[in-house]
């Protein structure tokens, strides 16, 4: 398949695992922010070509992992009680809320689409004018632009029973939060390559600077991965610290200016919660006051109470890269995908999904 | 799939019939229902066994050993790329049969209709079972049909149960799979399972994916003939995938399972769709493909005959069972790499980014 075969070229990866190996002198310890890359990395067993001196931490970037629990509460409330079509990607439905999850409440009646773009709700909203419609627009800076889109389209057409229930989050201020943590122990950073093809790199440069830093904007297929780890390890190694973009294919320095204008003209700056993480400051998007009809969270008054995490899972600690989701005494034996405790073990993007499915290997495959 | 294009599209008029829906009156028991099964079914369907008309169906046994199984097919929608719910019930069941390594002989056929079906679409559901079951060379001998009100179904549900007589050579368990077997895959996966996402609410991609669903007993029984009790095990790997097989496998025989994903066939255009969606093709449902596992010394050659035989030309052998990592599946990737292929878990729902 053009584009996709050639970044996985077995060769390819071969002669930048031997480099690798080659310049690696020290022990590193790298994060990719990215769930998807993590996911990449286990998918394609990356991990363990890797020189042993280098540890892969994987990031707080699953947005669904890191939304929060009183979020997934009034989705399944509005679902369930409000009698709304709620719609929503479809890794959300399976994350758990504090009493269930919205596959649940679909189970239980309640009006549940999984649907690949948020245009489509819009649709459903035309097309069902007597019931309200309410898009779970859950996301990073990627999916921000077609969910702002939706909106944009609801006013344009009229719509009014279409509003979102945003959960957006931004990936500086989590890498921020991430170095700014005192236990921390990143020395390095693979950026999402698609948070940054709508974003550019602008944002990025600030933090190299100010924590001494690489980041390299990486994509997410073994090619990418391999040679934005090479990246990172020749500034370490050098002692240097640059922004670089290794997914130049894909990413403009200045992103996509035409997504970032409907992002502004929908979303203002907030703070957000991040589930297993807590607030971090300016780290969301929220629906402008001026968009306030398309916005789910004013549009229906739902009192939930605050819910408390299980006390068991340490789903922060490993979103922050202080423990690996198998140092959890709870990992594999009270937490599986089939019954998760936490966020990070439903999506295939968290880290706890993605080693499970990997270190319940033969020993000399675990990391 | 000339072939099948030709099932598709073979018309027969439908009978005059006094509605253009299914009404609750079909299901009756009275006058309406007699009126669909003579018109319809029971002329359709037409054979010697059926043409008794009797409670059930009866018949003399051959010698030997003879496998029974049944399935339901509720899939949605009805009609989808490459086929529909009435061919895939026929099938199905026959490649349930074939699995067991025995040629289909019997199927019974159960209907239940919602209210509001159209006649049309009943009509051209009877028309491919009927096509479906010639090519298998199976007859339709017993059946039922219930009509549910609207809204308690989903246009059309068909259950068949089959029985079949076991090829004498065919010795095909779980027990007799052991370490060296190789992994055979019949052809190209995840096609049956995609063809229906494409066209699945909410979801628009334009594509010329059809589905594979097919009869594979004269294929199979075809193998057992030249290689009878060196097949070891067959599996058609319908819903959850040949992951869920292998798991199964890996799980019963207490045995590892390795492939190597650079070995498994995949339409370009099922695995482009599948990158789309964020669906692993592992996972995604076949219904014209089995697996075979049989004994490492014939494989070879196994694999050379089965890619002259009828479904068979896109056929791999994707792997081996080994000593090692019991009850685990290991894939090793494209780039070298190696990772666990575990159970799917609850539905496959396509990821967020």
């Not at chain 2, 046994?61 to 019930?89: C, R």
């Not at chain 2, 007799?176 to 895959?185: A, S, T």
């Not at chain 2, 009828?310 to 081996?320: F, H, P, V």
């Amino acid at each position: 398949m053009k584009y996709i075969t050639e970044y996985r070229d077995p060769h390819l990866v071969e002669r930048y695992l031997a480099e690798l190996h080659r310049i690696t002198t020290r022990p590193w310890t790298i994060m990719e922010v990215c769930g998807g890359q993590t996911h990449s990395l286990v998918k394609n067993g990356i991990l363990q070509l890797l020189p042993s001196q280098i540890t892969m931490v994987h990031g707080p970037g699953c947005p669904v992992c890191v939304t929060p629990l009183h979020l997934i509460d009034k989705a399944v409330h509005l679902a369930l009680e409000k009698g709304v079509i709620l719609c929503s990607y479809g890794d959300m439905l399976r994350v758990p809320g504090s009493k269930m999850s919205l596959l649940e409440a679909k189970a239980k009646g309640a009006d549940v689409r999984v649907l690949y773009s948020p245009l489509e709700a819009v649709k459903i909203a035309a097309e069902h004018p007597d019931r309200e419609v309410v898009f779970f627009a859950v996301g990073f800076e990627t999916t921000a632009p077609a969910n702002a889109l939706s909106v944009v389209h609801a006013h344009r057409a009229g719509v009014k029973n279409y509003s979102i229930l945003a959960s957006h989050v931004l990936v500086p201020p989590a890498m921020e939060a991430v170095l700014d943590d005192e236990e921390g122990i990143i020395q390095g950073f693979l950026a999402a390559g698609h948070v940054c093809t709508i974003m550019g790199m602008d944002e990025y440069y600030p933090i190299v600077e100010k924590y001494k830093i690489p980041i390299v904007v990486t994509g997410f297929e073994p090619v990418d991965l391999v040679q934005g780890i090479l990246m990172v390890v020749e500034q370490l190694e050098k002692g240097e610290y640059r922004l670089e973009n290794q997914y130049s294919r894909v990413v403009h320095p200045n992103g996509n200016p035409e997504a970032r204008k409907v992002v502004e003209q929908i979303f203002e700056t907030t703070d957000r919660e991040w589930r297993g993480v807590g607030n971090i400051p300016n780290s969301g998007w929220e629906v402008r006051p001026e968009m306030a009809a398309f916005n789910a969270n004013l549009k229906f008054h739902v009192n939930i109470e605050k819910a408390e995490e299980n006390k068991d899972c340490i789903a922060g600690q490993v979103l922050k890269g202080l423990k690996k989701p198998h140092e959890c005494p709870m990992f594999g034996k009270g937490c599986n995908p089939q019954n998760p405790l936490g966020a990070p073990m439903v999506s295939s993007e968290g880290a706890c999904a993605a080693y499970y499915h990997f270190s319940r290997v033969a020993e000399e495959l675990a990391v | 799939m000339s072939e099948k294009i030709n099932i598709l599209r073979a018309s027969c008029p439908m009978p005059t019939l006094d509605f253009d829906v299914i009404t609750l009156g079909h299901g009756s028991g009275g006058l309406l229902m007699n009126k669909l099964l003579d018109s319809g079914v029971f002329d359709v369907l037409k054979n010697d066994l059926l043409d008794e008309r009797h409670d059930g169906a009866i018949f003399e046994m051959p010698a030997g050993k003879m496998a029974f199984s049944t399935d339901s097919y509720v899939v949605s929608p009805v009609f989808f790329p490459g086929g529909n719910i009435g061919e895939l019930a026929v099938n199905g069941t026959v490649n349930d049969l074939a699995m067991c390594g025995a040629a289909a002989k019997y199927l019974s056929l159960g209907f239940i209709l919602e209210e509001g079906l159209t006649m049309q679409a009943f009509w051209d559901i009877l028309i491919s079972i009927k096509h479906a079951a010639e090519k298998a060379g199976v007859k339709i001998v017993t059946g039922d049909t219930k009509v549910v009100e609207r809204g308690k179904g989903d246009q059309i549900f068909i259950n068949t149960s089959g029985i079949g007589s076991v090829h004498p050579r065919a010795d095909i368990a779980m027990r007799r799979v052991k370490p060296g077997d190789k992994i055979i895959v019949s052809g190209n996966i995840a096609t049956h399972g995609i063809a229906i996402m494409s066209v699945r609410e909410g979801l628009e991609f334009e594509t010329t994916i059809e589905s594979d669903t097919c009869n594979l007993n004269h294929t199979v029984l075809a193998l057992l003939d030249e290689f009878g009790e060196q097949v070891h095990l067959l599996r058609d790997p319908t819903r959850g995938g040949v992951a869920s097989v292998l798991n199964e496998v890996a799980r019963d025989a207490k045995l590892g399972v390795e492939i190597h994903q650079k070995a498994i066939p995949v339409i370009e255009e099922v695995y482009g769709a599948c990158e789309l969606l964020g669906l692993d093709p592992l996972y995604v449902a076949n219904e014209g493909v089995f697996l075979a596992i049989v004994e490492a010394a014939i494989a070879d050659d196994f694999l050379k005959k089965l890619k002259t035989l009828e479904y068979g030309e896109a056929a791999a052998i994707i792997g081996e069972v080994v000593e090692a990592h019991p009850r685990q599946v290991i894939m090793h990737s494209h780039i070298g790499g190696r990772r666990v292929v575990n159970m799917l878990v609850g539905e496959q729902l396509p990821r967020i980014c």
